[in-house]
């Protein structure tokens, strides 16, 4: 195979994100007695988007980021709400989304042995941790790199140090990183020297900032990039 080694990004690649974000906002809006409407979603995502560019650039920590975002919301809605007391409500929600983008489970069950596999993500360990041991991959990666974990988040180089250390040093062209965020994902692996697989499953334009080696719409195109039929399973 041209590679061996996948650095999978989670959220929104293999992970159905956008769901269990929506679920686990509601469920903690009805949980803290809030009035739920769909401006409440729109709001916090958009909230939620420019924290974590700050946690990724390293302006924002963890602990600030879990509470900052409802802060926000809450003010933006207009409602008398305790956003320390919300945070920990909305994180056990979500951390029970365990839903997977279509292919994902076919994705990793194939290539599982024939390449190795470490699945890198920027969410929260009491998050991320959870809702990997719930779902249908929980024990097909070699390793689980999470940014809370570790105290540095993609794109950074010290992430990739650690998930390259943990794959015992790979050479950087046996290395694909594939994950949806151009900022984190892309950013990264084009910072650190190694190819990429941009995951654009909605069609967004490409940002000349961010070239990724790859470009694919669904997760089955992955299969031909490693050395393996269309889909060999089927």
């Known amino acids: 195979m041209r590679y061996e080694w996948l650095f999978l990004d ?27 409407g769909d401006e409440a979603l729109a709001t916090y995502r958009a909230f939620n988007r420019a924290v974590w560019v700050e946690f990724e650039n390293g302006t924002m920590s963890a602990a600030t980021l879990r509470v900052r975002r409802f802060e926000q919301l809450f003010a933006a809605l207009g409602l008398e709400a305790d956003a320390a007391a919300f ?73 990739f140090d ?14 694909l990183v594939i994950g949806d965020s151009l900022t984190s994902d892309i950013q990264g692996g084009i910072d650190y020297g190694v190819d990429t697989c941009w995951f654009n499953p909605r069609g967004a334009s490409a940002d000349p900032r961010y070239p990724a080696t790859y470009e694919i719409r669904s997760l089955p195109e992955l299969y031909p990039l490693v050395g393996l039929a269309p889909d060999p399973a089927g």
């Open 10 to 36: 989670a959220d929104g690649t293999l992970f159905d994100y956008d769901s269990a974000e929506s679920n686990a906002l509601r469920a903690a809006f009805l949980e803290s007695g809030l009035a739920y």
């Open 162 to 175: 650690i998930a390259f250390d943990a794959a015992g040093a790979p050479a950087k062209e046996k290395v």
């Open 87 to 159: 945070s920990p409500r909305y994180l056990e929600h979500l951390s029970r989304g365990t839903e997977l983008l279509e292919g994902a489970e076919r994705l990793v069950r194939t290539l599982r042995g024939r390449v190795g596999m470490a699945l890198i993500t920027n969410g929260l360990k009491d998050v991320q941790r959870p809702r990997l041991r719930g779902s249908a991959l929980h024990g097909l990666f070699d390793h689980v790199i999470v940014s809370d974990e570790i105290g540095v988040a993609k794109p950074s180089a010290g992430f």
